[in-house]
């Protein structure tokens, strides 16, 4: 795809993001509420103010009761939509490196060895562990004269045509 005709980041990560709505959507929902109970405060402390200080018509205990009971309820909101936004982005986060090691599972080791290192996150770091791995494999093997099936080759000595043969396709299938 040229530069013109390539989706933008938002469209590139929507995948990701719709797939937890919930989380969206009791974050949004809670929020709405914390504010229209923020905007609720001032009617309520006017309320008191007007109603029981200045003119003493009604009674302060019931409406201190609801302010606080107001302010309690707006914190508990303000803490759902902080977890419930938390937890999105941790999900999400998760998803987009849960499918990045999935791609790069499938990619084969040419392509990530001649690939751009813009391309690939840290490409050569993952490349580095993939050689480390497959040096290890190569370690054990050798050490137990395992094949590349995991079954012990008879005792190859090293001027044998059939060791040679078995080293260069162990160095292949490793490097």
């Given at each position: 795809m040229?530069?013109?005709?390539?989706p933008?980041?938002?469209r590139?990560?929507w995948?990701?993001l719709?797939r937890?709505?919930?989380?969206?959507?009791?974050?949004?929902?809670?929020?709405?509420a914390?504010?229209v109970?923020?905007s609720l405060?001032p009617?309520?402390?006017?309320?008191?103010?007007?109603d029981?200080?200045?003119?003493?018509?009604?009674?302060v205990?019931?409406?201190?009761?609801?302010?606080?009971?107001?302010?309690?309820?707006?914190?508990f909101?303000?803490?759902?939509?902080?977890?419930s936004?938390?937890?999105y982005?941790?999900?999400?986060?998760?998803?987009l490196r849960n499918?990045?090691?999935e791609r790069?599972?499938?990619?084969?080791v040419?392509e990530l060895?001649?690939s751009?290192?813009?391309?690939l996150a840290a490409?050569a770091?993952?490349?580095?562990?993939?050689?480390?791995?497959?040096?290890?494999?190569?370690?054990?093997?050798?050490?137990?004269?395992?094949?590349?099936?995991g079954r012990?080759?008879?005792?190859?000595?090293?001027?044998?045509p059939?060791?040679?043969t078995?080293?260069?396709?162990?160095?292949s299938v490793?490097?």
């Amino acid at each position: 795809m040229s530069a013109a005709t390539e989706p933008g980041w938002v469209r590139k990560l929507w995948p990701f993001l719709k797939r937890h709505k919930r989380h969206v959507l009791v974050a949004f929902g809670v929020a709405i509420a914390g504010q229209v109970i923020t905007s609720l405060l001032p009617l309520v402390q006017r309320a008191i103010i007007d109603d029981t200080i200045t003119t003493q018509t009604r009674p302060v205990a019931p409406l201190l009761v609801l302010l606080v009971g107001l302010a309690a309820v707006n914190f508990f909101f303000q803490y759902v939509r902080r977890y419930s936004g938390g937890r999105y982005g941790i999900d999400v986060q998760n998803d987009l490196r849960n499918a990045l090691f999935e791609r790069l599972q499938r990619l084969g080791v040419l392509e990530l060895r001649y690939s751009h290192a813009h391309d690939l996150a840290a490409g050569a770091r993952k490349l580095g562990d993939l050689r480390r791995r497959r040096r290890h494999v190569m370690g054990l093997r050798q050490r137990h004269r395992l094949d590349d099936h995991g079954r012990a080759p008879a005792d190859l000595d090293p001027a044998d045509p059939t060791a040679a043969t078995y080293r260069r396709r162990l160095a292949s299938v490793l490097y």
